[in-house]
């Protein structure tokens, strides 16, 4: 479907736009350090329902608003599932009903654009979307704050390259095996002017000074699941910023996935103790820009099918009541 055509079908109100504007220069000043808040980035695993996704919305931008003087928040908006085997619900960008049998991307597009719309509108927080598919970004680049590359994807070179040409800032996650140094690799090119054939023509950018690592944990050769949040290993990535000569150097923690070990209720403790560890580490502090969350307004996940509001049918996640107290609590422990 032409781009024209759905942003027609679903267009951002002018004083969405200014929202979004300024949001985004809010963000800029946090990864560059002239702003000493830190990001909160919280949401649903898969934003699998629109109702759903943006009442929640709606509730974050009130705790939002009584932490803004220590933390900035972005509400989580995935729209497309990476699965490893290839089964399970992919997302709303494949289709927006999560119970069907069969592919709808074209109306899938369409849905997805339609509720970051509305959580901006309806929330007035910017939203972040995970770039599985890097030319699907043409279609909500205008409404999105915050673009990630996770971990499957974060070598490869067609979404280093496209991370380039964005004019938001991009978080990319380490490699499953924790690698380091290819993270900071990645955010090299992403970083770098570069020319290549996007959708069909050669196009040129100038380089994302805003691209940065999110630490997200590994799983080793066994299948076991290893942390990276450590102070220790937020001074090892700093190094390897340092040593490939990342501008504007920062780092996301994200509290679930393999830092968590796949456990979504112990990401308050895993919060928490990243905090206190900065507290007497100042160069650690100084990398880290903020965290990654996932939370709906349920706790745990159900099937597709279950009927149950604001649940996620993918990962589990953190509920509502618990990430409130989480974030309220993470604000008092913020190094200002």
Request: overall charge negative; some cysteine; aromatic content about 6%.
């Amino acid at each position: 479907m032409p781009v024209a055509d759905v942003r027609e079908l679903v267009p951002l109100p002018q004083s969405a736009q200014k929202t979004r504007e300024s949001a985004l220069r809010q963000l800029s000043d946090i990864l560059i350090g002239a702003d000493r808040r830190k990001i909160i980035i919280a949401g649903p695993c898969s934003a699998d329902s629109e109702d759903a996704v943006c009442d929640y919305a709606c509730r974050l931008s009130r705790v939002a608003e009584s932490i803004r003087d220590r933390a900035f928040v972005i509400v989580r908006v995935y729209t497309a599932k990476p699965r490893t085997h290839g089964s399970g619900y992919k997302g709303m960008y494949y289709n927006p009903d999560p119970v069907a049998d069969r592919a709808d991307i074209e109306n899938g597009i369409v849905a997805l654009r339609k509720m970051h719309v509305r959580v901006l509108c309806e929330s007035g927080l910017i939203t972040a979307d995970e770039m599985l598919f890097p030319q699907i970004t043409r279609y909500i680049d205008d409404v999105l704050g915050y673009a990630a590359v996770g971990a499957r994807s974060s070598d490869d070179q067609f979404h280093k390259l496209v991370a380039s040409g964005l004019d938001i800032p991009i978080g990319i996650k380490n490699p499953l095996n924790g690698d380091l140094r290819a993270l900071a690799g990645s955010l090299r090119t992403a970083q770098s002017a570069n020319e290549f054939m996007f959708c069909g023509s050669q196009v040129a950018t100038s380089g994302n000074a805003f691209a940065h690592a999110v630490l997200r944990g590994g799983v080793d050769s066994a299948g076991r699941h290893f942390s990276n949040s450590e102070t220790g290993d937020i001074l090892r990535l700093k190094d390897e910023l340092s040593e490939s000569g990342i501008v504007n150097p920062s780092a996301i923690v994200d509290v679930n996935h393999s830092n968590s070990g796949k456990d979504p209720f112990v990401q308050p403790d895993i919060m928490y103790k990243v905090l206190r560890g900065l507290r007497s580490a100042p160069e650690a502090n100084e990398l880290v820009k903020g965290f990654m969350t996932e939370s709906y307004i349920e706790d745990g996940k159900c099937a597709p099918d279950g009927g149950v509001y604001g649940k996620s049918i993918t990962d589990a996640c953190l509920g509502f009541e618990k990430t409130k107290q989480m974030l309220l609590r993470a604000a008092d422990e913020i190094v200002a």
